[in-house]
């Protein structure tokens, strides 16, 4: 269910958007962006669910680092795309029609990938993968929904320091990388003229390598089990990667801006589903797609409020000093990462129960609305 209303609602504020291609429309664009907004959040909870539903407890971190990769891959087609097919003109009837083209194609896309998600896309396996989740379904399918259980289970998840202190930290990493990726054109031509597709290639390139990070830190999770260790890792080199960028914009090098935007990419966008691992350990037995739900929450505010910062902050100082406020904040976020309590619950219910870890998945106890 929160796969067809996160696709449909794409499709809705695509839809809108066709028709908002004038200058007296921009609160039409606005309202269609929101749409496509609020149903992003939804997509992107769903790799969480999917991996507890259908995969086993050694491959819960891959499955869940791979189902990340579609939003990443178009993130990264949305990078290399708009650039060529809406080049810089002079004419604002060109750009109209070459941006009514583009949100043609968006909603063109959307159609075919609603209708399969609408008849081909299962709520879970015809047989349960393990014991446990045959014993979750059993539960599930003779309850109801009760508001006292629900906000219940959020009240929980809110009093844990552990789960909270991550919250923070990963509110400030994924909101960084948005705001660093929606000024990166902007920063890339004040250094580099008449540079609007390199800056398009450069943020794919971020978010390619970030796929790659995704899947070797989702392998290594489930490997080593090392959540907070990797976690904090990752956490530092996104900060690093950040200063390496500011100063490759800043010595004019094309190349090591290309370089930096890979080593970006590839620690940023692989912190998103180590993030989640780790909150899921933090949290068990709480389900994970309400866990993943709440972190995204805060991502959605830090993110509002980094980017509108940046932005002033990009017209006040300029690139370098942006890029730097960003680093601080990273930097800050490391450091509150240290302090994450290295509670692995479910890994200490493994060990408790060696069959849970045979059978189980890590499902929810509490009741979630799909």
């Known amino acids: 269910m929160a796969a067809l209303i996160g696709c449909i609602g794409t499709l809705v504020g695509t839809t809108v958007k066709v028709f908002s291609i004038r200058r007296d429309l921009f609160s039409v664009v606005l309202l269609g962006q929101i749409i496509v907004a609020g149903s992003q959040t939804v997509i992107i909870c769903i790799p969480p669910k999917i991996a507890s539903t259908w995969f086993k407890p050694s491959e819960l971190s891959t499955a869940c680092s791979l189902g990340t990769l579609g939003t990443q ?26 941006l009514q083209f583009l949100c043609w194609m968006l909603t063109i896309a959307m159609i075919p990938v609603s209708i399969a998600v609408l008849w081909c896309f299962p709520e879970q396996p015809p047989k349960p993968p393990s014991l446990a989740q045959a014993a979750l379904r059993s539960r599930n399918g003779s309850q109801q929904f009760r508001s006292r259980d629900f906000f219940g289970s959020i009240r929980m998840l809110l009093i844990n320091k552990g789960f909270v202190v991550h919250m923070i930290a990963y509110g400030i990493n994924i909101a960084a990388f948005s705001a660093i990726g929606t000024f990166l054109s902007q920063f890339v031509l004040q250094y580099f003229e008449d540079a609007n597709e390199d800056a398009g290639r450069m943020g794919s390139v971020m978010v390619i390598t970030g796929m790659v990070g995704m899947i070797m830190f989702g392998v290594l999770l489930d490997k080593t089990h090392w959540y907070k260790e990797v976690t904090l890792f990752v956490y530092l080199f996104s900060t690093i990667s950040v200063v390496c960028l500011m100063y490759a914009l800043h010595w004019r090098s094309k190349i090591l801006t290309y370089i930096s935007c890979a080593i970006v990419g590839m620690f940023t966008n692989a912190y998103m589903p180590v993030g989640f691992e780790l909150a899921i350990e933090l949290t068990f037995p709480s389900d994970e797609s309400l866990t993943t739900s709440i972190l995204l929450t805060m991502t959605q505010v830090f993110g509002a409020l980094f980017t ?35 509670s692995l619950r479910r890994q200490e219910a493994f060990r408790r129960d060696p069959n849970m870890k045979k059978n189980s998945m890590h499902g929810s106890r509490l009741i979630f609305i799909e």
Do not use: E, H
């Open 308 to 342: 509108v910062g940046v932005g002033y902050l990009n017209i006040w100082t300029g690139c370098f000093w942006s890029l730097a406020s960003q680093a601080v904040l990273l930097f800050i976020g490391t450091c509150i990462t240290a302090f994450i309590p290295n």
């Open 73 to 98: 891959l178009g993130i990264a087609l949305g990078f290399m795309l708009p650039p060529i097919i809406v080049p810089n003109s002079d004419d604002p009837k060109v750009i109209g029609q070459r």
